[in-house]
């Protein structure tokens, strides 16, 4: 998680150890989620794509570019939101968390 060659590796060693039972590890992955940029843009992409059931494709722009689908903020908070209280994967928590903290301006604005 802290000194593999690849981000690959870096963000399978980090979703195994947030993955744990406890908090363990939980501080650990949240400082690698929140320093190591590749590992950040592959986790969220990861957990964007399975908890909205959206492509690697959107849910890789989505963790990049998170107003650019403003019309779909309610959807996208909705299900992050559920996310935010997963017990059973701290990256996921962290992730679902961050992704909220950029989509809050949006919460509310989006077309009915």
Request: net charge positive; proline share 5%; glycine share 6%.
């Amino acid at each position: 998680m802290l000194d593999g060659d690849l981000p690959i590796l870096r963000v399978n060693a980090a979703g195994i150890l947030a993955k744990l039972p406890g908090q363990g590890y939980a501080d650990q992955v949240a400082r690698v989620l929140a320093h190591d940029e590749d590992v950040r843009h592959l986790y969220l992409t990861a957990v964007i794509s399975r908890v909205c059931a959206v492509d690697w494709t959107t849910a890789g722009r989505i963790a990049s570019q998170p107003t650019s689908y403003a019309h779909r903020v309610d959807f996208l908070a909705t299900r992050l939101a559920r996310e935010a209280l997963n017990p059973r994967d701290s990256g996921a928590r962290w992730c679902s968390s961050v992704m909220l903290r950029e989509l809050s301006p949006m919460i509310g604005r989006s077309p009915a």
